[in-house]
């Protein structure tokens, strides 16, 4: 009753409202949890103005956090508004419940249902009370931390509700993790309350309830063919702690049964800073689904402009019968100054090399990169980088010999070699790795293990695609290895191919961020 009268009032009060309406205090009495749960709503513009129905996107909120916590801190009024009116998305309704502290569960003891209540109670309520599109295909659940386990679990056990899951920084465990968390009593209150196990460590945590409804246990249970119902976008931030790897291991199972999805890793940590960049992305997905139409998250690495100059300075030098190029910033041959240097590893030909120093050196020109000293370095020679090139050019050119002043970017190819030779200490101050493919888990790991003194010495940005068929594997291994070992790095993993060209911008403001710190 108390929810018609607030729509009502609403009703009359913007009947004439052209803007988007921001709703809070909304609540019901739930049979299934006998209480009463409050959600927050966002209906679009023009919505007390037509008859149009729309779809709907379910937000839920983080451990901690409650109904309020999207508008407030994720500005997701202002998010959404901003797209429609761009024409970048249709509009939506947005419906964000109290989740509690219960990770959107049915607890283990039968007495406490959450996700029934969501499915059984929610759902047909915010059909009857708003003019939405009631069927899977016109609704989506995304989440943050705890909300991103049950944006994840929601949609994955009733596909016939949800067609669409969006996970951001989902608070989910390995098998392994979930057996090894340190604190008995924060596992106790957070874990073993709701899938059993109160008091127990080890493996005896993986109670058969755990089993049969966390996101590893049932993901492995079902077929690709029953996972492939829904449309999955799932997005963490490359500063993560704990959910680094249960995320990566999420992706890797998806990958290995064949489960179509999206996944991507960008800048940031878990914080609302990050999951308020995700935003855009999320409404984009959303509404690409609910349309029937080709989402497209690529538009962020875009080709830079570069005008071609007629003559860039560049020298040759002969390593082990192979040639170098090395190009100096400007046509200052008897310049006497020493130079930083980016050495540059398997650049696949001249143009690509010439294009490369084209865009560094209007650039440099332009004044928003220092100056720099570019080494192309033929592929074959990538084990003698640091044997053989560079005690040769920083005796024979004007570089300066010093670590602080190196760097290296690999462009493509195996990068196990050179990803060694960054980790010896003293070797190098920044390492860039676009496209590239690294060995196995255990290998990656070992390496990183064994480099600890590289730590605070060296930092590390890594690209990659994470579709299925690419080189995403070790490069996904490599970061999680980097982030529990505490290496400095920036990690991207992106649901199409890169073109390490368009990556320039970042990695060359990367590298002369770190050389001129």
Known sequence: MKQRLVLMFLLAVFSVSVLATEIEGCSFYSRVLQKEINYSVVLPDRYFTTKQRYPVLYMLHGLGDNASSWLEYGS???VSKQLVRKGEIQPMILIMPQG???YYSNFYSGDYNYQTMFVTELVPLVDSLYRTIANAQNRAVTGYS???FGALMLPINHPDVFSVSM????????HEQYATEQSQTGWDQQWGRIFGGVGLSGEARLT????????????ASKSAEELSRVHFFIDNGDQEGTLCRSNEELHQLFLDKGVDHLYRVHSGGHDFKFWRSSLPAVFRFADAQFHQKTFNVSET??????NKRQSIFCKSYSCLSHELSLYYPF???QSQRKYAVVYIV???DKNTEKRIAQYYTEAYEKGTLPAMALCFVPQVLASNLLSDIVPMLESQANIRDNRRYRSVWQMGGSADSVLAQTLVPQSFTAAVFTNCQFGDKATLEALVAHTETTKNNLQLSIYSPSMAGSTYSGNGYLHVALREHGFKHEYRAMPFEMNSLALMPDLFLFISERIHH
């Not at 690495?301 to 570069?306: A, D, H, T, W």
Request: glycine fraction near 12%; hydrophobic fraction near 30%; proline fraction near 10%.
């Open 76 to 78: 997701v009024g202002q």
């Open 100 to 102: 509690f502290s219960d």
């Open 146 to 148: 705890m909300g991103g």
């Open 167 to 174: 996970p951001l920084s989902a608070s989910i465990r390995t």
């Open 208 to 219: 058969d309830y755990y089993l049969k409804n966390s996101p590893f246990g049932v993901i």
């Open 301 to 306: 690495y875009q080709l830079p402009k570069i």
């Open 331 to 333: 046509n200052d041959i």
């Open 346 to 348: 398997g650049c696949p």
